[in-house]
């Protein structure tokens, strides 16, 4: 469900973290739908470990406990999570809270269109018509933008 409008967004995660007297910086693209997923699953840790994993970093190591121990600083962000950023860091209920209301929204839109499919054009289920999806999306937001 939370690809819903992330596909394609990314959003690049930092740790800092010094161990036996070395620095080290671990640095991972992560695409947004699956922070989102890990976010919404209360799964905050998880974070850690997928930057580990895609760096390299054994996290049945010392040297990723020294990392777990550290916060997460994000950077170039794609999409709705940007506007959460302050600092590089993640304001995590303020971002799930408003993607659960661009969720709400998008449903909205969803079943609207599917009723619009049923009423005028007899179709049971719009999500079998992909094209038409598209089309009566497009159709929709242009006129929600006509009006502002």
């Known amino acids: 469900m939370s690809q819903a409008n992330t596909a ?4 690049t995660a930092t740790v800092e973290f010094s161990f036996r007297g070395e620095h080290h ?3 991972a693209p992560i695409a947004v739908a699956y922070l989102t997923e890990l976010l919404e699953s209360g799964n ?4 850690h470990r997928l930057i580990a994993s895609k760096s390299g970093l054994d996290t ?9 121990m550290q916060p997460i600083h994000f950077s170039d962000p794609q999409g709705l999570i940007g506007n959460f950023i ?10 799930l809270q408003a993607w659960q209301e661009t969720l709400s929204a998008l449903e909205k839109d969803d079943a609207l269109l ?4 049923r009423k005028h054009l007899q179709i ?3 999500a079998e ?9 497009a159709a929709y937001q242009a006129g929600k933008a006509s009006r502002n």
Not at 8 to 11: E, R
Not at 86 to 95: H, I, M, R, S
């Open 25 to 27: 910086k671990l640095v």
């Open 44 to 47: 905050e840790g998880a974070v």
């Open 8 to 11: 394609g967004d990314t959003i």
């Open 129 to 137: 018509h992909p094209e038409l999806r598209s089309a009566l999306k």
């Open 124 to 126: 049971g289920n719009l």
């Open 114 to 117: 599917a009723e619009i499919a």
């Open 86 to 95: 302050e600092d590089g860091e993640l304001d995590v209920q303020a971002y």
């Open 60 to 68: 049945y190591s010392y040297a990723y406990e020294a990392m777990e």
